[in-house]
């Protein structure tokens, strides 16, 4: 091989470190000399050099300064450009958390990832109307059940119908500990039952009461008129107890008494012990029984801790379901005329074809909730046994069930804008005016279901926080002359969860790259996050004010967990207005100076390009950033553009991304080439390769550090930090990525797509033989060495080493440069590279595993020709 060969190709850009041969002492002390310095020998020569150097001057003429000067200059120029570069490598996010801090980007990616299963619920958010369910006719027990979810204006005084408890004990369905609420009631005569509004609590205990006053009525000559009835709450447990004990109170032997108190009204106290005690022995003089039902939370806490109280479990979904379904087939088929059908199906056949419907994968998705509460398992009884009767078609099935979770989410907001309305003023004192007392009270539960729409699968201390922040904002914007009193010592997140339907359990978040344990907080349903977001955006327009104010303060939160997860919530919300969310969200952030807004900022257009309504528009603003925005517009653009939705095709994200990193030479080719990067994890890689090596090509020099700043960040990057689909990582997901999270893409790539190999090795070749590029290039190489093997000696990258380093090493000076590095490795002072994997390492270069050699003379040729077109361009 000639001199020319071994040196590969001659050009300025060539490496300089193995040029003495692969074993050369004097390269691998020249690399040893970059990473860790003389300092000693610099210090004690310092001085001599300096007086050589005047020596030297004084009998110099002056063209010999010159050129000496000119040289000099040069090298300062090359060591300038070597830095430059370096920076194009630097985290996008390094700006925002110090440069020697850590970056959370893969945090960012894999909290996106979670974010956006949660909004995928099997049907775009626009996809229901609830004005089609005012108006529907479905039978008549459904246009009944549609209006009984709406809270009433209050329970008033009366008998409980004897019919309305004889269907009750038909339909009636136990929660868990059934029993032991009915001998505590027998027991103590009074029960105070603890549940969340809509779980079947008053149902539960006119069952209660219905069974325990039927066994006192079974007992005595005759039965008392009215068995059970319900109290107003206006006069409280003092008033059921005066009742109970005045002149005609022989009325009330043997009776059952349900009282429900309302205790999240401003004003509201909770009896005390002693009144309870007092309405029991007034109930035991009368062999009478009372139950008190009340809502779970802070208010509550006191009387549920004594001795009356208990909490009431909900009914099981499957038998509550099964129990509605087989009430509304039989009071169907019971009332069909003779002759009327064709054919009549048997009862246990319509059953199980509803039953099987229920169970099924569209309706399951579409109705999206883990659990039904009564009204809903009577919603959707009604909606299976219209269809297998043949009055309900598939696709209104579909909507109806789509309705439950609308339902739910507009009952949680309508009963808060009724309650404020009623909201007392507080005497004015000297020093301010009137005070609206209770105003964050009353707002912390929407709040809390709000933050937890908007951070479901966070930590449960991250989403609570967020909830008191938008309490604050939302008493601000309702009352804005008073600062609203936020009570430290109230809450209670056993009934948040309660109240909001959710779940705890026990999860990991991310801490500096690190996971740690921590209670994560849910929905329990698919469906409710897109509902209550529906219903906030569409239905309150006031809210949106302090919503768009909260969702900035989250931008600035520094946990990924928090800003990515509202990001992909702000971008559904745009979805649903996007002139508003663009206006007041979007546009600010993307104007702003802080890495982490603009990302945010363009993972809320991404989020809003992912729906077909919106992908066009999206197009259009991301493509007018790239060419004519600010410099701030063209960075959240180039990251919009990152995630491969914000273009029509690949070949447009690659010509905005060129735009944007070329234009004002280069100010913006990190951010470019990170985003350029990010594509390689979508199927059209090989095109991205090719752009890359094109713009390696290119006569302009900002293309080429486009294309080479790339090519050093695939090898830096790890796979985790790019993937966008929320299913590739997965444990049990079919996906090519789903064990490679922590490798380093290049890697990944060589290992799964091996027709990748030879483009990616031709890139990092040219990056290792550019001279403003071959320092940081080499670094990347070292990185991708140690990924072998992990530290407890099993295997990490080696089948990604084993398909890419002998693409690497096709020629002698490659060679020769890979055994330099591993020497530098070996003796590394800190990390020293252990021989046998040093061998193992140069082996799986040059004699690979099961792979052909590849033909040296073709290779040479191209890689020449290359060098010198470098020389020629810079």
């Known amino acids: 091989m000639s001199d020319d060969e071994r040196a590969g190709g001659g050009g300025g850009d060539a490496v300089e470190e193995p040029s003495g041969g692969p074993s050369s002492d004097d390269g691998k002390k020249a690399g040893d000399g970059r990473k860790a310095g003389d300092g000693r020998r610099a210090g004690d020569d310092k001085r001599q050099d300096r007086e050589d150097k005047r020596e030297d001057d004084e009998g110099r003429s002056d063209d010999e300064k010159s050129a000496d000067d000119e040289e000099a200059e040069k090298e300062k120029e090359r060591e300038r450009a070597a830095g430059r570069f370096k920076a194009y490598t630097r985290d996008p996010l390094a700006e925002d958390e110090g440069e020697e801090g850590p970056t959370d980007l893969a945090a960012a990616a894999r909290t996106r990832r979670a974010t956006r299963l949660l909004f995928d619920v099997g049907g775009d958010l626009n996809r229901f109307d609830r004005s089609y369910f005012n108006r529907a006719h479905i039978g008549d027990n459904i246009n009944l059940l549609l209006g009984s979810r709406r809270p009433g204006a209050g329970m008033r005084s009366g008998p409980v119908p004897e019919e309305e408890l004889r269907r009750l004990r038909r339909a009636h369905v136990e929660p868990e500990g059934y029993v032991r609420l009915r001998n505590a009631l027998r027991a103590r005569r009074l029960l105070v039952l603890g549940a969340a509004p809509g779980t079947g609590r008053t149902s539960t205990a006119l069952s209660l009461l219905d069974e325990v006053t039927a066994a006192t009525a079974n007992g005595t000559d005759a039965a008392p008129v009215a068995r059970v009835r319900r109290v107003d709450s206006d006069g409280g447990v003092r008033q ?39 309405l029991a022995a007034a109930l035991a003089r009368r062999e009478a029984f009372a139950v008190i039902v009340v809502t779970v939370g802070s208010a509550a806490n006191p009387l549920l801790a004594g001795r009356y109280g208990m909490l009431c479990p909900p009914a099981p979904t499957d038998e509550l379901l ?6 509304r087939l039989e009071e169907r088929v019971a009332g069909e005329r003779a002759g009327e059908r064709d054919e009549d199906t048997p009862l246990e056949d319509l059953l199980a074809r509803a039953e099987d419907l229920a169970g099924g994968e569209e309706v399951t998705d579409a109705v999206g909730l883990d659990d039904l509460r009564p009204a809903e398992a009577e919603l959707l009884a009604s909606l299976l046994a219209g269809h297998v009767l043949g009055d309900v078609s598939y696709d209104d099935l579909l909507s109806g069930c789509r309705s439950i979770a609308a339902e739910q989410a507009q009952e949680w907001f309508a009963g808060v804008d009724r309650a404020l309305t009623a909201l007392p003023a507080q005497p004015e004192r000297a020093d301010r005016g009137a005070v609206r007392s209770g105003t964050a009270t009353l707002f912390h539960p929407v709040a809390f279901r709000i933050a937890l729409a908007v951070l479901g699968g966070a930590s449960h201390s991250a989403v609570a926080t967020a909830a008191h922040l938008l309490t604050w904002e939302l008493s601000v914007q309702s009352d804005p002359d008073t600062t609203p009193a936020r009570p430290l010592f109230c809450d209670d997140p056993e009934a948040d969860v309660a109240l909001s339907r959710a779940a705890l359990t026990d999860g990991k978040v991310e801490v500096e790259g690190h996971d740690v344990p921590a209670r994560l907080v849910f929905y329990r349903g698919s469906a409710l996050p897109s509902a209550v977001l529906t219903e906030l955006w569409d239905r309150h327009f006031p809210v949106r004010a302090p919503v768009v104010r909260w969702l900035r303060q989250l931008a600035d939160d520094p946990r990924s967990q928090v800003w990515m997860r509202a990001a992909v919530a702000a971008g559904e919300l745009c979805v649903r207005d996007f002139d508003h969310g663009y206006t007041e969200l979007v546009r600010p952030l993307a104007e702003s100076t802080a890495n982490r807004r603009l990302i945010f900022a363009a993972t809320t257009l991404d989020q809003a390009a992912g729906h077909d309504s919106h992908r066009r528009t999206v197009h259009r603003l991301i493509g007018d950033w790239s060419r004519k925005g600010t410099a701030s517009q063209r960075w959240t653009a180039a990251w919009a553009l990152g995630y491969g939705n914000a273009a029509a095709t690949t070949d447009d994200t690659l010509d905005a991304l060129a735009r944007i990193g070329v234009r004002d030479e280069g100010e913006l080719v990190s951010v ?24 390696t090509h290119h006569k302009r020099e900002p293309y080429q550090d486009l294309g080479l700043a790339a090519t050093v960040r695939s090898a830096l990057t790890t796979v985790d930090e790019l993937l966008m689909d929320p299913d590739s990582l997965l444990d049990d997901c079919d996906s090519l990525w789903g064990n490679c999270g922590d490798w380093p893409l290049a890697l990944a790539l060589a290992a799964i797509r091996p027709e990748l190999v030879e483009p990616m090795a031709d890139l990092m070749w040219t990056a290792l033989n550019t001279a403003r590029s071959k320092d940081v290039a080499l670094d990347a190489l070292e990185e991708l060495l140690r990924s072998a093997v992990r530290k407890d000696g099993t295997e990490w990258t080696r089948p990604g080493l084993a398909a890419l380093l002998p693409a690497l090493a096709t020629e002698e000076h490659d060679r020769r440069r890979l055994d330099w590095l591993l020497r530098r490795m070996m003796k590394d002072p800190e990390k020293p590279l252990p021989e046998p994997k040093a061998r193992d390492l140069w082996w799986l270069a040059v004699e690979p595993e ?12 191209t890689r020449r020709e290359r060098t010198r077109e470098e020389e020629r361009y810079g």
Do not use: I, K, Y
């Open 240 to 278: 059921l107890a005066e009742t109970l004990d005045d002149e005609g109170g022989q009325t009330w032997h043997g009776t059952g008494h349900l009282l429900e108190l309302s205790l999240d009204r401003p004003g509201a106290l909770p009896p005390d012990e002693m009144d309870l005690d007092e």
């Open 850 to 861: 099961d792979r052909p050699r590849q033909a040296g003379p073709r290779q040479d040729r």
């Open 322 to 327: 099964a129990t509605r379904l087989r009430e």
């Open 672 to 695: 470019a080439s990170h985003n350029v990067v990010r594509l390689l994890v979508l199927p059209d890689a090989g095109e991205v390769l090719a752009r890359m090596a094109e713009w």
